[in-house]
């Protein structure tokens, strides 16, 4: 069974840009999260799609968005990068909720230069 | 608000000795909690996941426990072996079916 599927590895942004980040969860799973990693806060929550649906939000600005489709993979985007947002971004997919336990992926690792 | 914390911050032991790693969280009304590793630069990886109507899960070498009551759940590692070199983090829902929060984590080296 396939697990979680993150894409791309690595990436390097200039500030001002954009990035797009996705994530493929494990089939038949229906909830994707997002979560921030750095050295400084550690892991902290973005947002989480069900269904298509936000469900749940961080407290991050609005230049940190998603969606979800409809085969349940998941995309996140930041606008107008800043240093800042250098971090390791997860994603992490679970059956329904939090409940059934989080499967991570391999992260993208962004940096902003 | 849920918060958790992991004590100790760092580990350094011998190959072959058993270790327990700690986590402790503000709000007892949890449901489940799951323990996962990291090793530097990847993603985590998911060890064991404790249903609050359970005390204790275990896989191989690793044990856990959960005490509601106190608040905290410990990881037990058995004759540790240097490939148990990684970063030890514990999760705990914020409310009902809500997002995980995460601990600091506890680093680990297990020494050849």
């Known amino acids: 069974k396939a697990g979680v599927t993150q894409t791309p590895r690595y990436l390097i942004k200039t500030r001002g840009q954009q990035v797009t980040l996705s994530c493929s969860p494990i089939s038949g799973h229906r909830s994707v999260s997002w979560y921030q990693q750095t050295p400084g806060q550690g892991l902290q929550f973005l947002f989480e799609y069900f269904s298509e649906t936000q469900r749940n939000k961080g407290n991050f600005p609005g230049r940190f968005s998603g969606r979800q489709f409809s085969n349940s993979r998941s995309e996140m985007n930041v606008s107008t990068l800043e240093l800042g947002d250098s971090a390791l971004y997860l994603c992490a997919s679970s059956l329904e909720t939090s409940f059934d336990g989080y499967t991570f992926g391999s992260g993208t690792r962004l940096t902003v230069v | 608000k849920q918060e958790v914390t992991q004590i100790p911050a760092a580990l350094s032991v011998p190959e072959g000795e058993n270790l327990v790693l700690n986590c402790s969280f503000t709000d007892s009304a949890i449901y489940n909690l799951q323990w996962f590793r990291q090793d530097p630069g990847k993603g985590l990886t998911s060890l064991l996941l404790i249903q609050s109507s359970q005390r204790e899960q275990t896989s191989g070498r690793l044990n856990a426990s959960l005490d509601k009551s106190s608040g905290r759940s410990t990881l037990y590692i058995a004759a540790s072996q240097p490939g148990d070199s990684a970063t030890y983090l514990c999760?705990?829902?914020?409310?009902?079916?809500?997002?995980?929060?995460f601990g600091p984590g506890t680093r680990l080296s297990v020494l050849p």
């Open positions: 999760a705990v829902p914020k409310a009902y079916g809500q997002n995980f929060v």
